[in-house]
């Protein structure tokens, strides 16, 4: 199996700004797709699950690592990754990987459907909240599994899940991901009700069905999967990934240029266009490509972060980055998360106005922002902060690179194709 080096050597970012930015970028897979799929692979035994379209990303990495501690093979070229299941997973998942990344909790739903066994470290909060798993647990816990708290950790049994109707409190997008595969070989019919509509759900579910399970109305808010004995492998593609396309677009109309994303499903990204073309943008598409740009200075406009298809919440601090430079104010609030607000502060120290009360901001929209050293608190503040940079009329580092890294396949090179002036560089400890 490939081990991944990563180096661990601190970074940051320098980004010069004020270039408008111009030209085309192909969309990677999806993050938030590949890594419930990748897990899915635990639901086979000897066989082969093989992913095209992999984004080559800090999680991605880490999720194959995690797969490798549980016996899996994985290999990993040109974006396609075949992992070869084992014949007899392991069921302890190593704490370290877990606490790296909360999408490790995705292998207790298939491990305890293939083995009736799991143990978990609880994942643990991050920047953006306390990031819970109890509405995983209890849906688990309805199927039939015995759950128990021990140090930490979750340990879950059970002797053969078993069907039944299942109303999740929140469409959480990775509860609605394990509990879909903790019901594949459960006795009898699962209804899971109010479920994540994501499309990344109706990819996980397109990947069962091709494996063989018994599935149906994804993408709405109730899935009905019926048990079978087991699953076979398959070959599969992840979807485009509508974060990192629209992140991009955010770029080009930041800068006063234009860019356009390439291989994305623009269905996918209706939410974040709706309120672009709201904010005044003009927003082109094709089949499978979005352009947009800003003829004018754009207009202030609210925003609120809901379940798909409302707008995402992963686009919620690139958003505010864009309307920290319209005209007028904006309302910004978070529905989803209680705490995906530290890309505020950073934003304020580059001239943003943005005042908070609770889990709403509001951002009086200024001429222009400038450069300053600023620090990624996660994935989506980092991508807020390198908008903001190119924005800027000067040079701005940002301190936190890894967290980019976690979700932005090859982001300088992408930047560079469209005019970007920006490079990571080691920094000594103490800056970083
Ligand atoms: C997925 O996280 C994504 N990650 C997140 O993307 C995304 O922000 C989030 O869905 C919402 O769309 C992956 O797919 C790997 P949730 P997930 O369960 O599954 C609460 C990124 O930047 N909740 O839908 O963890 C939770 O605290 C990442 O790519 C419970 O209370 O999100 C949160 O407030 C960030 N109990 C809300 O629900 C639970 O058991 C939404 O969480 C589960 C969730």
Same mark, same amino acid.
């Given at each position: 199996m490939r081990r991944f080096i990563v180096t661990t050597q601190r970074q940051k970012m320098l980004i010069r700004g004020a270039t408008p930015l111009r030209g085309s970028i192909s969309a990677q897979g999806a993050k938030n797709a590949a890594l419930p799929i990748m897990a899915a692979s635990l639901l086979l035994s000897r066989e082969q699950?093989?992913?095209?379209?992999?984004?080559d990303l800090q999680d991605t990495r880490t999720m194959a690592d995690l797969l490798g501690h549980l016996g899996a093979q994985t290999t990993f070229e040109k974006g396609t990754m075949i992992i070869a299941a084992p014949e007899e997973p392991d069921?302890?998942?190593?704490?370290?990987l877990v606490r790296k990344m909360r999408a490790s909790s995705l292998a207790l739903g298939p491990l305890l459907a293939r083995c009736g066994r799991a143990v978990l470290p609880l994942p643990g909060?991050?920047?953006i909240g306390g990031r819970p798993i109890d509405l995983h647990l209890k849906g688990l816990a309805k199927m039939g599994a015995q759950i128990e708290l021990v140090h930490g950790s979750v340990h879950a049994k059970a002797k053969g899940l078993r069907g039944c109707r299942i109303y999740l409190?929140?469409?959480s997008v990775g509860a609605t991901e394990n509990l879909m595969?903790?019901?594949?070989?459960?006795?009898g019919q699962t209804i899971l009700e109010n479920v994540a509509r994501e499309p990344e759900i109706t990819n996980l579910a397109e990947v069962l069905r091709a494996?063989?399970?018994k599935i149906e109305g994804e993408g709405t808010g109730t899935i009905r999967i019926t048990g079978v004995k087991e699953l076979s492998g398959t070959r599969i593609t992840v979807i485009p990934d509508r974060v990192e =396309?629209?992140?991009y677009l955010l770029a080009g109309i930041m800068t006063g240029g234009e860019i356009t994303v390439h291989q994305v499903i623009p269905q996918h990204m209706d939410a974040l266009l709706a309120k672009l073309e709201e904010a005044g943008a003009e927003v082109f598409c094709t089949e499978e490509t979005v352009s947009a740009r800003a003829p004018q200075r754009l207009r202030g406009i609210s925003v609120k972060t809901l379940p798909f298809p409302g707008f995402p919440t992963d686009l919620q601090p690139q958003m505010m980055a864009l309307l920290s430079i319209a005209e007028g104010s904006s309302i910004v609030q978070e529905g989803i998360f209680e705490s995906r607000f530290l890309h505020v502060p950073e934003l304020q120290r580059m001239g943003a106005h943005i005042e908070v009360q609770g889990n709403s901001?509001?951002?009086?929209?200024?001429?222009?922002?400038?450069?300053?050293?600023?620090? =990624?608190?996660?994935l989506r503040a980092g991508a807020a902060l390198i908008l903001a940079g190119l924005s800027a009329s000067d040079q701005t580092e940002m301190f936190g690179v890894e967290h980019v890294a976690r979700g932005y396949e090859k982001i300088v090179e992408k930047l560079g194709h469209v005019g970007a002036r920006v490079e990571i560089i080691p920094c000594p400890d103490e800056d970083a």
């Open positions: 699950l093989i992913i095209d379209r992999i984004p069921w302890e998942t190593p704490a370290h909060g991050c920047a409190d929140f469409p595969m903790a019901a594949v070989f459960a006795r494996m063989g399970a =396309a629209s992140t901001a509001v951002v009086t929209g200024v001429p222009a922002l400038h450069g300053t050293d600023v620090r =990624a608190t996660d």
